[in-house]
T-cell receptor, first 116, second 113 residues
């Protein structure tokens, strides 16, 4: 089974803190994604990566950055956390390069981040 | 990007067939339609994918009319454990690596005893 592991299920941070959300997948997938999920807004793509050190902006990249130094690991960084970044964050991975929509995405369980 | 709309919520009873429709009026020629299911406190998981006509697997069926401007996920004989949020995703394979898909807003299905 594909496994996508997010480092924390729950996080509480203070406004202005630098926050790292980590995601690891064990299926040698090329593509990795970060989403945030808010009530009534569904899943919104923040960033995705199609290869090591490669990244592309999604729908809502403002206030976030990402890092992919190794194929299996994709990190989401909040440089200076704000209260409007309180949300559920979901990581996903999929295989085969450019076929972002067609290839099945495998999701982690999510990290619920609260910024106080 | 193809914009999608879905009903916000639906209720059903155990044993009934449930049909959830996703509208994607500006679907592109190469776009696929994929459905995901999400239980509370879990990430979404793949259910079914199609391009045209009908696709069936052990979990669900997906009906896509000829104009492909909508698609219907059909869950036969639902049980309480089918209570979840269902998302449709529409997108294609582009020539570059730009984002080429968008998730729908999700439909919250409640199955009642």
């Amino acid at each position: 089974d594909v496994k996508v592991t997010q480092s924390s299920r729950y996080l509480v941070k203070r406004t202005g803190e630098k926050v790292f959300l980590e995601c690891v997948q064990d299926m040698d997938h090329e593509n990795m994604f970060w989403y945030r999920q808010d009530p009534g807004l569904g899943l919104r793509l923040i960033y995705f990566s199609y290869d090591v050190k490669m990244k592309e902006k999604g729908d809502i990249p403002e206030g976030y950055s990402v890092s992919r130094e190794k194929k299996e690991r994709f990190s989401l960084i909040l440089e200076s956390a704000s209260t409007n970044q309180t949300s559920m964050y979901l990581c996903a991975s999929s295989s085969s390069g450019r076929k972002l929509a067609k290839n099945i995405q495998y999701f982690g369980a999510g990290t619920r981040l609260s910024v106080l | 990007l193809a914009k999608t709309t879905q009903p916000i919520s639906m209720d059903s009873y155990e044993g009934q067939e449930v049909n959830i429709t996703c509208s994607h009026n500006n679907i592109a020629t190469n776009d696929y339609i994929t459905w995901y299911q999400q239980f509370p406190s879990q990430g979404p998981r793949f259910i079914i994918q199609g391009y045209k006509t009908k696709v069936t697997n052990e979990v669900a069926s997906l009906f896509i009319p000829a104009d492909r401007k909508s698609s219907t996920l059909s869950l036969p004989r639902v049980s309480l454990s089918d209570t979840a949020v269902y998302y449709c995703l529409v997108g294609d394979t582009p020539d570059n690596y730009g984002q080429n898909f968008v998730f729908g807003p999700g439909t919250r299905l409640s199955v009642l005893p």
